[in-house]
């Protein structure tokens, strides 16, 4: 059973950034896909971005890919959502989730969430 906590959310302005993290424990971290999710008020969960065990393959959700960057250090058991020129539309929960492969597919355990809020 693995454990995910998220930390990095809060209040910032448009065009501002943030950095999440996610650190995980429980189980062999680095054998695993990683990836983030969100859920903006009144709407349902979406997949953000997911990264491959190794980190040499990562997925995007369109609307964020070139603003934000997903990252992984496998030593330390972490995760990173690097958020740049953010938008009031990026406010949600932000979500870490753990995959059930190395490669990008599945994802069955969840943290907490950590919230992004972004004025306009």
């Known amino acids: 059973q693995v454990q995910l906590v998220e930390s990095g959310g809060g209040l910032v302005q448009a065009g501002g950034s943030l950095k999440l993290s996610c650190a995980a424990s429980g189980r062999t971290f680095s054998r695993y896909s990683m990836g983030w999710f969100r859920r903006a008020p009144g709407k349902e969960r979406e997949f953000v971005a997911a990264i491959s065990w190794s980190g040499g393959s990562f997925y995007y959700l369109d609307s964020v890919r070139g603003r934000f960057t997903i990252s992984r250090d496998n030593a330390k058991n972490m995760m990173y959502l690097q958020m740049n020129s953010l938008k009031p539309e990026d406010t949600a929960v932000y979500y870490c989730?753990?995959?059930?492969?190395?490669?990008?597919?599945?994802?069955?355990?969840w943290g907490q969430g950590t919230r992004v809020t972004v004025s306009s």
């Open positions: 989730a753990a995959g059930s492969t190395p490669e990008v597919g599945d994802f069955g355990s």
